[in-house]
């Protein structure tokens, strides 16, 4: 199951509630300040929520500023957490979905609010609405009418290794009327497309699909090519295959008490949230997302895409605990102020972006530990220290 903070599914998920000691490892690339009040506050921070090993990063002007690993990727072999360590990012792969997507607008092989369904081999409507077209822009702000209702009963994920399922069959046996799991209405809601929020997994399994189609090769192909290279994303993965056990941070669970590790899943939705990243790498990324589209010498996408990706709306239906939905991006308050965010979570993964645009930076935090209420509270404090909304020092 792929979530975010709006979207966990309590039936899949059981809480991390017991902790381990931490260590820390990092690496500055410019100017950190307080590092190591930092490192203090973000160990305290963790045992708050008993968070076995997590990693941070901040980015100002197009620059991975700081980076820096605490405890442990695996706590048998007692593996500390690196900068290089790779997390299963979840739900933040969405913003790199969206961003390819919005890279093929700048190419011109698509508009915003072009119909989707003619670049698709198979016939998509919503069955309430068939006269009204689901657009790209629909899909990226999560108000399709594609519904994950069906999607959450039926579990996709291949345990330990990569799906074998095509993306495009797996989207047409939710959306294909006839198919597999598309007998009722239940994959569509009854709101015309457009109109209404509904965090949808399956909108991003389409965008992931339809880049494809569109690109003229498999969506993680460009990324790789037109993202991760330029940006020198050397430890960012698409496929578990592809993510070096050396590397690899052990998701957690806790059962019965005890600390369980949790094993690597594959799905056939990848453009969902199966990236693997580091927290160097992803750094990396969000540095050019706050710094209008550019980082390391590179743009991946002009300054008026950006800026467009960031332009938050209040479609009916949004939660109360965002503020707007953007192109991939979102919105929400931390410590009072708005701002740009996304996060993911998974059975022993739960990770965050916050953005100040004004500032031109970033936060990232990953953690290889199931999402609980003390956990998002953890990454609320750390991502407001890193942005600097609170004083160096205090907490």
Request: aromatic share 8%.
């Amino acid at each position: 199951m792929r979530t975010s903070e709006w979207d966990v599914n309590p039936q899949r998920r059981k809480f991390l509630i017991a902790g381990l000691a931490a260590t820390a490892a990092g690496a500055c690339f410019g100017r950190a300040p307080q590092i190591e009040s930092m490192d203090s506050f973000i160990l305290r921070e963790m045992k708050k929520a008993n968070i076995p090993g997590l990693a941070a990063g901040f980015a100002e002007n197009g620059v991975a500023r700081w980076v820096r690993g605490y405890g442990f990727a695996d706590v048998q072999t007692r593996r500390p957490v690196s900068t290089d360590t790779m997390f299963h990012i979840a739900s933040l792969t969405k913003i790199v979905t969206a961003t390819m997507v919005m890279r093929l607008v700048e190419q011109q092989r698509i508009r915003l609010d072009d119909p989707v369904a003619p670049h698709l081999d198979f016939t998509l409507a919503n069955p309430s609405h068939a006269d009204v077209p689901i657009t790209f822009r629909h899909l990226l702000m999560h108000v399709s009418s594609i519904s994950d209702e069906e999607y959450y009963k039926h579990d996709s994920r291949q345990s330990g290794t990569d799906a074998t399922q095509p993306i495009g069959d797996f989207l047409k046996s939710f959306l294909l009327p006839g198919q597999q799991y598309c007998t009722s209405r239940a994959c569509f809601s009854s709101e015309s497309p457009g109109t209404t929020w509904s965090y949808s997994n399956l909108s991003y399994a389409l965008l992931g699909y339809l880049a494809s189609r569109i690109g003229g090769e498999d969506m993680r192909e460009q990324t790789r090519k037109q993202i991760f290279a330029p940006l020198r994303m050397r430890h960012t993965s698409w496929t578990i295959r592809d993510t070096p056990e050396a590397l690899r941070a052990t998701p957690y669970d806790m059962v019965d008490g005890k600390l369980q590790p949790v094993p690597p899943v594959g799905f056939p939705d990848w453009s969902v949230g199966m990236l693997r990243s580091s927290v160097a790498d992803f750094t990396q990324f969000v540095a050019a997302c706050a710094n209008g589209g550019s980082a390391a010498g590179h743009r991946i996408l002009d300054e008026t895409t950006q800026r467009q990706m960031l332009e938050m709306h209040t479609p009916k239906g949004l939660p109360d605990w965002l503020t707007g939905q953007g192109l991939g991006w979102m919105a929400a308050k931390l410590d009072g102020i708005t701002r740009p965010e996304h996060w993911g979570g998974d059975p022993g993964v739960f990770t965050a972006v916050y953005m100040n645009p004004e500032k031109r930076s970033a936060a990232v935090v990953f953690t290889n530990a199931s999402v609980t209420p003390e956990s998002k509270a953890v990454i609320k404090n750390i991502a407001s220290r890193l942005l600097g909304s609170t004083k160096p020092g205090s907490g």
